[in-house]
């Protein structure tokens, strides 16, 4: 073998093993956020809340998460590191969960899961920004590598439905302690690539909300999210009102999460073909036609199989965003852009969606709370298309 034979060998597996620890990273991650979002909802449920102290609890984390993401993207981009500051995130988050099931009354848990939310709901824009980056240094879609943590939460989602068979809900703590520590062995072992570039500054943050661009968009996200965060963290609560079982509910999330992860996979050929912002309006209008047939709908296996729906609302969502604002934020302050992105669509959208759902629910039901998210996403497509149109046709 040549010597430029074994350098492009080594460079080979060096790749794959890069996409390997990745691929592992997404994984566990987000199967840990299968636990956070769809059963401690249903354990807070079994242990007396009601459904407005549940929305109150809930809307605590995506409100810390308007400051904790764009925070620890600052944090990440001075210190050129998104692995360590992951590092940090991933075992302040597994003590403090620790906590949530230890307690029992509403106001200590609403206050850990206010300090739970600040570090853990802040790894997911660097877990993104960690992809983005790998992406672009292997030259791989996103899509291809984000897809691993739609199949980790799709995955648990049915796993952990039937796992409930046999264990109670707050024996679940066990099984978020181990999807950490693998997340956190899999960043440690990860080969995130360098960047040379000057010192960071905090004015450079300023440029960043001058964008005029960004600052559009983010309404839109806003608009499109309210009523998506809702569902995430409601979703679990109204099918059980309906007479779901748990394994129903799994098969929901499992549903929604496999699907998303095999479009995931197929998306980055879809992404070179079209522009984003076509497909973040035929995402807008997918998402209010869906939360109109689960406003119709009252059977739980009906809703449960309308989850697919996910593969083709929130991932062209997500997606396009992601490779929208890889056009218009500048690289050096792309964790800082992913973070205020993810304060908008985690945080404040969170916040009014979980708080305005959870009393609305409480006093009106889920079907009224769906009627109204499809008419916010119909609002969210008309916006989406006229901001198309303004940012004119090179955009699209």
Known sequence: MSDVQHSISQLQKMKGKSLTYIRGQNFFFWASYCIVLSYLPLYFHERGLNTKEIGFILAVGPFVSIFGQPFWGIIADRLNSIKRTILLLALCSTGLCIGVYMVNDFYPTFFLMALLMFFYLSIMPLNDSMNVKISVHHNV???????????????????????????????????????????????????????????????????????????????????????????????????????????????????????????????????????????????????????????????????????????????????????????????????????VFSAVFLGIAGVIGNMVGGWAMYSYGGAIVYKWAAVLSLIGGIYAFLYMSYVGKKAY
């Open 141 to 339: 879609s996103y899509s291809f590598i984000r897809a691993w943590g739609s199949i980790g939460f799709g995955s648990a989602s049915i796993g952990l439905g039937y796992l409930l068979i046999i264990i109670h809900l707050s024996q679940l703590i066990y099984v978020y302690i181990v999807f950490m520590a693998l997340t956190f062995f899999f960043v440690y072992n990860s080969d995130e690539p360098t960047q040379k570039r000057k010192k960071f500054e905090g004015k450079e943050i300023l440029h960043l909300l001058k964008n005029g661009k960004f600052l559009l968009f983010l309404i839109f996200v806003f608009i499109i999210s309210i009523p998506h965060q809702l569902n995430l963290n409601l979703l679990t609560i109204y099918l059980s009102t309906l007479g779901a079982s748990k394994q129903i509910i799994g098969l929901a999330w499992m549903t929604a999460t496999i699907m998303e992860g095999l479009v995931f996979l197929m998306f980055g050929k879809i992404l070179d073909r079209y522009k984003p912002l076509p497909l973040l309006v035929a995402a807008s209008f997918l998402f209010a036609l869906r939360w109109f047939l689960y406003f119709s709908i009252s059977s739980p296996e009906v809703i449960a199989i309308l989850q697919i729906f996910q593969a083709f609302t929130f991932t062209l969502f997500l997606s396009a965003s992601v490779r929208y604002m890889t056009e218009i934020i500048p690289p050096k302050l792309r964790a800082t852009g992913q973070g």
